[in-house]
């Protein structure tokens, strides 16, 4: 996976079970039209939704009905002798209405573009940018236990881009892949009074960051179907603002891990790595944080029609509150990480050639760490179950059912929430 992906998706920290659209992409082979040697992609979503907690509140639940748009735009072309040469460009527009809650209506965009040049057998290239315009729901990420006290989502943008070389054909004994990337992240101003100060302040200034990172995997070939790997990455995370210095919050990771990627037999596939961390604080005096990280996911097909997948993972994230970012905070320990761990296991299973169903089940532990150690411990579980039928090519529907539930040690961030989704899907050809 690329850097920028790896980093959207940490900076984010979605739910355990994430509640955006519901149908897989990758289960679809959708038709496209020629235009000028490119092929276009036209798709659209629409999502009716019922949602008994939107602000994610262990108190004051708001329940509401949600509509959801969402249209996407994919186009892409091969050139160069045998199509060596790829490229695709997506464009995503989704916008929310909440109907109990019209402060809860969003409008978000993602822009982005891949390259792939093949300059030989052994040489390959990939590019890859783009832009997003999102937001976090209320009661969620640097409003977790407060979104009540929010008048709208928090927004962002983020602006990304990535290089990845390649040295090495997929058939030979080893190859390389080296990666740079870079991820701008920045939190759109949400005015506020300091308690203190009385001065009037940008409450979102000190969130806004920027994280480089540059590193490689090396692959080799112990088997027809198996690789092993060794992985080597250095990031820097540098935050835009800190109000008090203080609480700098700037770092540089080094991480290192070992793995295989296999395929054992036409059933079992995946993947398993483990390594270790070092992060070092910019601020002198902060000690560094030193731990071990893994990542694996193990895909079982006893039946061609039906597919289990286990993956497990750990990793630290920045933090996104506990004692940072607010103004109004009174809390004495102050949390600068997250040490993340999660599990899950997902079931897939078609019953007709029309209609199938996927099931997901998965927990998520983030323990909060300061400079006196352990200061928070969140446990999330949730369970997700769907039902597709696949009317045509062009035309399916789903329903979806999520429950997610977050137990903590601070009493007043436990909250329990449902949705349930009827949702359609037009490729439009």
Known sequence: MLYTKRAILCG???????????????????????????????????????????????TGEIDSWVTIFQSAVKVTREFGEFGKHNFELDWVFTHGAY????????NDHD?????????????????QGGYIDSHEERGSRFSIGRGGDLI???????????????????????????????????????????????????????????????????????????????????TDVNYDYTRNPLEELSSAENRILVGAIWEAT???????????????????????FNGFEWEAEVEWEPKTYSRFTFSTS???????????????????????????????????????DRVRTKFIY?????????????????????????????MNYWLSFSLEYINNDRESTRDHLLYDRELITLGVRMALK
């Open 111 to 127: 822009v982005s573009g891949k390259l792939n040049y093949e300059i030989n057998q052994r040489h390959r290239l990939m590019f």
């Open 12 to 58: 984010l920290l979605m739910p355990v079970v994430c509640t955006a659209a519901n149908f897989d992409e990758d289960e679809f082979e959708d038709q496209s039209i020629p235009v000028g040697g490119y092929l276009i992609t036209p798709i659209v979503k629409f999502q009716q939704r019922f949602d008994t907690n939107v602000i994610s509140a262990k």
């Open 99 to 106: 109907h109990a809650s019209g402060e809860d209506s969003y």
């Open 362 to 390: 998965a927990t998520s532990n983030d323990i909060y760490t300061g400079d006196e150690g352990q200061v928070r411990e969140d446990n999330n579980k949730g369970i997700n179950a769907t039902l597709y039928y696949d």
């Open 314 to 352: 750990r990793a630290t994230h920045e933090t996104n509150g506990e004692g940072y970012f607010d103004l109004e905070t009174g809390e004495v320990e102050k949390a600068h990480l997250i040490n993340n761990t999660q599990y899950s296991v997902q079931w897939q299973h078609e019953w007709r």
């Open 152 to 234: 709208e989502p928090d927004t962002f943008e983020q602006i990304f881009g990535a290089v990845q070389y390649t040295f090495g054909s997929e058939t030979s004994d080893a190859r390389l892949e080296i990666e740079a990337g870079y991820l701008d992240n920045d939190y759109r101003t949400v005015l506020g009074t300091n308690v203190n100060s009385g001065d009037i302040e940008d409450n979102t200034a000190t969130r806004d960051r920027k994280t480089t990172e540059f590193g490689g995997t090396f692959y080799y070939k112990v088997g027809d179907a198996t690789d092993l790997t060794l992985e080597a990455w250095q």
């Open 266 to 288: 036409a059933f079992t596939k995946g993947f398993a790595k483990i390594g270790y961390k070092d992060k070092d604080f910019d601020l002198d005096g902060r000690d560094s």
